[in-house]
């Protein structure tokens, strides 16, 4: 099983990114998914969730009306627009997998996890 994340980058501050993660190994139709980040010297962060059919989401306050949760079970993956980035979005950005259909917010609950992509936001 791999997620591949990708799309992170260097942004000036209120630039935009579109981060996406692909799946391969399992059928992410029967999982919850994730969007976490970890900034250097802080603890992981749940940033955005959604449902097993898209019907759900759930974003942290920090990120309300700035990101955006989307996914597309015919190409198995997951997508993370995030518009007016700030300095404070710096961190390293991972997609994870949990199965089951509902949004549980709890990190360690999460089955499958990708490696990681780099956000910078420049002010």
């Known amino acids: 099983v791999q997620l591949q994340a990708s799309g992170g980058g260097l942004v000036q501050v209120g630039g935009s990114l579109r981060l996406s993660c692909e799946a391969s190994?399992?059928?992410?139709?029967?999982?919850?998914l994730g969007w976490f980040r970890q900034a250097p010297g802080k603890e992981r962060e749940g940033v955005s969730y959604?449902?097993?059919?898209?019907?759900?989401?759930y974003y942290v306050d920090s990120v309300k009306g700035r990101f955006a949760i989307s996914r597309d079970n015919t190409k198995n993956t997951v997508r993370l627009q995030m518009n007016s980035l700030k300095p404070e979005d710096t961190a390293v950005y991972y997609c994870?997998?949990?199965?089951?259909?509902?949004?549980?917010?709890?990190?360690?609950?999460?089955?499958?996890w990708g490696q990681g992509t780099q956000v910078t936001v420049s002010s």
């Open positions: 190994g399992i059928t992410l139709d029967y999982y919850a």
């Open positions: 959604i449902s097993g059919d898209g019907g759900s989401t």
């Open positions: 994870a997998a949990m199965f089951g259909p509902d949004i549980l917010l709890e990190d360690y609950l999460y089955d499958y």
